[in-house]
């Protein structure tokens, strides 16, 4: 029994690990034929923060944000994607509808500015604290931490 529990727990695990949320949606049937009594939040699949639904504005997602260049070696360089470290945040809220938040990123020896549009006031300050709290990681890694808690 206690390898058989093993064995399903490495599919489990893996399957939680996969992009492909219908292969994650097994999870249940998985942990079902295990008949170990695991609560619903052990069950939960990792909501990365690039993926996550409520990081859009009007149904255009807001991740990676536009980079425009504002100081340094590179004026003419627009970088795209998740390039960069995270220098700076700062909310600006204030409007009933659209909630902002600015990062600042050095990439290459430039400064950058994005800004991230965001419907939901409440996820914009949880992403805001999110953000100042990883400042000086790099934009790839703070793209990929695990936004489950906030659902």
């Not at 399957?15 to 619903?40: M, Q």
């Not at 990676?64 to 994607?81: A, F, K, L, M």
Request: hydrophobic content about 40%; aromatic content about 10%; charged content about 25%.
């Amino acid at each position: 029994m206690i390898g058989t529990y093993f064995a399903r727990l490495k599919v489990v695990t893996r399957l939680t690990h996969e992009k492909d949320f219908h292969k994650a949606a097994s999870l249940r049937k998985v942990w079902r034929e295990t008949k170990i009594n695991i609560s619903p939040p052990a069950l939960k699949v990792a909501m990365e923060l690039r993926n996550h639904p409520l990081m859009s504005y009007r149904r255009l997602s807001s991740w990676p944000p536009t980079w425009v260049w504002i100081g340094g070696n590179e004026q003419d360089r627009q970088p795209r994607g998740e390039v960069g470290i995270l220098k700076q945040v700062r909310m600006v809220d204030g409007h009933p509808i659209v909630h902002r938040c600015f990062l600042w990123i050095e990439y290459e020896g430039s400064m950058y500015l994005g800004c991230l549009l965001l419907s939901d006031l409440s996820f914009c300050e949880s992403v805001s604290k999110l953000l100042e709290e990883n400042i000086g990681r790099s934009i790839e890694y703070i793209g990929g931490l695990d936004l489950s808690h906030l659902d």
